[in-house]
């Protein structure tokens, strides 16, 4: 009797701590939306363009946006070398290599969120 109420606190110990450590796991990076975005980027938040030079040269980019080119190959690399103080919205074309891309910021301690539906999306928000 006395062994299965140990092990019942035990495994009811274990369940809270998987559950937190999920949790704090899916806080770290999110999809969010553009006027999310525009409100994290008010806050201090920093964009990154996702896309490659020839995107960004024939549609253009957000103003202030760090060019970042996740086809590169040394894109890890770059990501590595951003400042961990601050706190990333990354954005693609229509969201889907930005999205790919917030396991290396997470890889490199560092916070980001995916604009969903890209600089298309937010171009048309502009309108």
Not at 77 to 89: A, F, G
Not at 111 to 118: I, P, R, V
């Amino acid at each position: 009797m006395f062994y299965k109420t140990i092990l019942s606190l035990f495994l009811i110990c274990l369940c809270i701590a998987c559950k937190q450590s999920q949790s704090e796991n899916t806080t770290l990076s999110k999809d969010i939306s553009i006027q999310q975005a525009a409100q994290l980027h008010s806050e201090g938040y920093v964009y990154i363009d996702l896309r490659t030079p020839e995107e960004i040269q024939s549609d253009g980019k957000i103003e202030g946006a760090i060019s970042i080119n996740f086809r590169s190959p040394d894109f890890d690399q770059m990501i590595s070398k951003l400042p961990k103080s601050n706190n990333y919205i990354a954005y693609c074309a229509s969201g889907g290599r930005s999205s790919k891309s917030l396991s290396s910021f997470e890889k490199h301690g560092l916070k980001a969120y995916n604009m969903l539906g890209g600089y298309g999306s937010w171009k048309q928000s502009q309108k």
